[in-house]
């Protein structure tokens, strides 16, 4: 037993040696085969590197094109929008006021001098037509209605005796003499209690009611016209003297647009013709009116007509004096137009960016595309575009933060250069 487990253990060492024993040339030969190969691999690794930098370093260097993250694009504050289409009109350009008829503003004064009593309105309240703004008092107030009341009796009695004189007069028992004197004492104070009457009736007060003994200490200040108080320039306790400015009161919804309308185009504006405008307090909203009346007198500096044109300010929101600038449509047509700050120039030539809808584009990344347009009609902020015949028209256009996307496009053409 001893002998053959000294022969097993010879035998082993034996194939391992004989195993590991191999030519110089093969040992040589694979060390070359290995190294070749891990060349071969590093160099495909390297190739598929190079590859990888040149695809990302040719879609970096598209022309045209800029890559911006979502977060890249809020910091900048692009906007984008559906291309639409909108009317364009050949228009002329015109500006002017809100402004109100004379029959559609009042001053408002006391026919009576008196101190105020009370006001029962601010400015900016809304009246009714006939509503009292103020009671205003004074002695003189009292005084009148006294005279009336006593003037008012008297002629009771004076129409009583001008008809018994009338009646003897006419049966010649009375002499002419006593009949005239009646009927000319009776004529003169029924034209006085008719004065005084219309007197207490301009200020507010029922004449009916002092003939049966009634007397107001105070007289109302009411408004002629239903509207907005546009000012109140009263105290209480102030003294207004008669024809003194107490209240201003204006209709604003039939306030109109007085435009001046230069030389070279008056022979273009029309009545009935349709004016798109935008007032400083609405700058993203367009109103409209039409042409209601053409002036016949020219300003002379500048030389300028007026032309008066209808709107609708039912809500009230349009106020007198506003300064507004329109247009007065000569003409329409419909047609793809975006908003002037969506148009980039470089040179003669224009262009848009829009964005590219591009299914290898990474996430969160947008890429947006420049391109080139031709210009028509420009019209209250908007301009007419014509874009390339084979492009989709449901395409996004950016119509904030244009000229920051080609200011961004021209900086990674730089860095892409060098």
């Not at 008297?154 to 006593?178: A, H, N, T, W, Y």
């Not at 007060?205 to 105070?218: D, T």
Request: aromatic residues 6%; charged residues 30%.
């Amino acid at each position: 037993m001893k002998n053959i487990a000294i022969v097993s253990v010879a035998l082993m060492t034996f194939f391992m040696v004989g195993c590991n024993d191999k030519p110089d040339s093969e040992l040589g030969h694979n060390e070359e085969n290995t190294t070749t190969e891990k060349m071969e691999g590093e160099g495909d690794a390297h190739g598929e590197h190079n590859e990888e930098e040149d695809g990302h370093n040719e879609e970096e260097g598209e022309e045209g094109v800029v890559m911006l993250t979502n977060d890249q694009i809020e910091t900048v504050g692009l906007e984008t929008k559906l291309l639409e289409k909108r009317n364009l009109g050949n228009n002329i350009k015109v500006t002017g006021r809100l402004e109100l008829f004379p029959q559609d503003k009042a001053n408002i004064s006391p026919f009576m001098g008196g101190n105020v009593r009370s006001i029962k309105v601010i400015e900016g309240d809304k009246v009714r037509k006939g509503e009292v703004l103020a009671y205003l008092e004074h002695p003189d107030i009292i005084s009148m209605q006294q005279e009336y009341q006593e003037k008012n009796d008297e002629l009771v009695f004076l129409k009583q005796d001008f008809e018994r004189k009338k009646i003897l007069f006419d049966k010649g028992v009375s002499s002419g003499k006593e009949f005239q004197m009646a009927q000319s004492k009776f004529r003169s104070t029924t034209s006085s209690v008719n004065g005084l009457r219309s007197k207490l009736r301009l200020l507010g007060i029922n004449a009916s009611k002092v003939e049966q003994g009634e007397i107001y200490s105070a007289i109302p200040i009411t408004t002629p016209i239903s509207g907005y108080v546009d000012e109140v320039m009263v105290s209480l306790g102030d003294y207004v003297a008669p024809q003194s400015k107490m209240f201003a009161v204006s209709d604003n919804s039939k306030i109109h647009l007085d435009l001046k309308v230069y030389e070279k185009d008056i022979p273009k504006v029309k009545e009935g013709q349709k004016i798109i405008f935008t007032v400083a307090s609405k700058p993203n909203e367009l109103l409209t009116a039409e042409v209601h009346s053409i002036g016949k007198t020219f300003e002379e500096d500048p030389k300028a007509l007026h032309v008066h044109a209808d709107i609708d300010n039912k809500n009230g929101e349009l106020l007198p004096g506003m300064y507004v600038e329109g247009r007065i449509a000569e003409g329409q047509k419909s047609g793809y137009a975006v908003p002037e700050e969506a148009i980039v120039k470089e040179g003669e030539q224009s262009y848009i960016f829009i964005v590219d809808e591009d299914e290898e584009t990474e996430e969160n990344t947008v890429k947006f595309r420049r391109i080139p347009v031709s210009t028509g009609v420009n019209d209250l902020g908007f301009v007419e575009i014509n874009i390339p015949s084979e492009m989709a028209k449901n395409i996004m256009v950016v119509t904030v933060g244009a000229y920051t996307l080609s200011s961004e496009m021209v900086k990674g053409e730089l860095e892409h250069g060098h």
